[in-house]
């Protein structure tokens, strides 16, 4: 008798999704119904229809057969997603599509080092953006490395995050410090952890859990060779319950879908200000009466988070003009 059960999508590949349930995993195929639905909503759209509709993080409803395979009969909506935007060549232009990353993520975990290499927080001001945009609840930064120099040495940095409203945990995977905190912050959530190669990601989760960080890279460095149609994603399961996911997508992710005026929403601290500028379509680059620009000056806005703010805007501007 076949089952039908709800579960969780942990692993996408070639159009195999594993799906873990109250009673085990089974390695699962689309109904082709739910193909034919996407492929006649979709004609008019280029490419493989079927890219978007189930990803890692999808809750679905399974018809789970004896020989552990299934048979995927619904997707649950979902709360959010994390995508990146995929430039597709056609003749002589260009289309930007959408490409699921990730489904339902609760935690954004942005892992740096403080030194070695030298953290970038342009590129972490980035990351908050697409975390902000895609409106996930929880989003850490982590520093580590923080046995190599003086806490306040790195709090001239970091501080200012933590101004900001994300928490910023100090770890160490050589003295141990911060891990049991990290540990506790994944457990039991979905998050999707990234950061700049050689800060520590590997190190820092083989010692939340042996083997862990491992297997977030063999996964991890999978995925980058993938190419559309071979996707590997997965989630890692933690054994206090949870998931861990490195997909590197995330880190050249190009800010899919955001409007220019719509950025200035996901700055925290720029945010406020804007509703005093003298036009509502400033651009908070060069207006006169600008208040953004004003609060630059007088110190209320950091001047590293402006200029991130400004070439995010530039580049959001120019990919608009590409293809509106
Ligand atoms: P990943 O590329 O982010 O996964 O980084 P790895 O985990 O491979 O670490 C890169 C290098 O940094 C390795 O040589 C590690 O031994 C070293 N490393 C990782 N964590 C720490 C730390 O907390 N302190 C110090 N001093 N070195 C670390
Ligand atoms: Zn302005």
Known sequence: MPLTLDGLVIKQQSGFFTVQTERGAYVCQLRGRIKEEAA??????????????????????????????GVIEAIHPRERVLSRSDIEERGAGRQEREQIIIANPDQAVFVLAVINPMPKPRGLDRLLVMAEKAQIPSIQVVCNKIDLIPREEADTLFALYRRLGYPVLYTSARTGEGVDELRALLTGRLSVLTGPSGVGKTSLLN??????????????????????????????????????????GIRTISIWDVEPGELDAYFVDIRPFVRDCAFAD?????????????????????PGRYESYLRLREEIE???????
């Open 207 to 248: 010692a939340v859990q042996p083997g862990l960080g491992r297997a977030v890279r063999a996964v991890s460095r999978a995925t980058s060779k993938g190419r559309h149609t071979t996707v590997h994603r997965e989630l890692i399961p933690l054994s206090g319950g949870g998931y861990v996911a490195d997909t590197p």
């Open 282 to 302: 400033c651009t908070h680059a060069h207006e006169p009466g600008c208040a953004v620009i004003a609060a630059v000056e007088r110190g209320e806005i950091d």
């Open 40 to 69: 006649r909503k979709r004609r008019k759209t280029a490419g493989d229809p079927t890219l978007n509709l189930c990803a890692i993080g999808d809750r679905v409803t399974i018809t789970a057969l004896e020989d552990r395979t």
């Open 318 to 324: 120019n990919s608009y003009e590409d293809w509106v």
